[in-house]
């Protein structure tokens, strides 16, 4: 059985921008992974939000880039938030207010609790203050 890595914003992001700082890491990391047989997810939310931040840092060309990377690559999974993983993301969010999670990060929580999943490739520290292991920590 593949194990299964999350792909978060940030990690999705540096591995579409070569000028990002953390491109190096995340593109040798995703190989890594890839190499060793892990299933990098994605959920649609992450999707969504980094393809919204390539955009604004980068332009059209460079969103539609990052699209077609998760699209083509087979490395890639694409997981939908659903009704139940939404109303839970919700309650995630409501519980931990006194954090700095976005919804977006609370969705991602969820799915990687639904699905046990404990690592991210992803340099957001909110990872680790809930609990999972951030692929890309501060250097």
């Not at 593949?2 to 995703?30: F, P």
């Not at 539609?64 to 490395?75: C, F, G, N, Y």
């Not at 700095?100 to 992803?122: E, H």
């Amino acid at each position: 059985m593949a194990r299964d890595v999350l792909v978060d914003t940030s990690g999705l992001y540096a591995l579409a921008d070569r000028q990002d700082a953390e491109h190096q890491r995340a593109a040798e990391c995703a190989r890594n992974l890839a190499t060793s047989g892990a299933r990098l997810l994605v959920t649609d939310y992450i999707l969504e939000e980094a393809l919204t931040l390539a955009r604004a840092r980068a332009g059209a060309a460079a969103a539609l880039k990052l699209l077609e990377i998760v699209e083509r690559s087979a490395a890639f999974s694409l997981v939908w938030i659903g009704a139940e993983q939404f109303q839970a993301a919700k309650n995630f969010f409501r519980k931990h207010a006194d954090h700095d999670y976005s919804f977006t990060d609370c969705t991602s929580f969820v799915v990687m609790q639904q699905l046990r999943i404990r690592q991210a490739v992803t340099t957001d520290q909110h990872f680790a203050e809930a609990g999972f292991e951030p692929l890309l920590p501060p250097a």
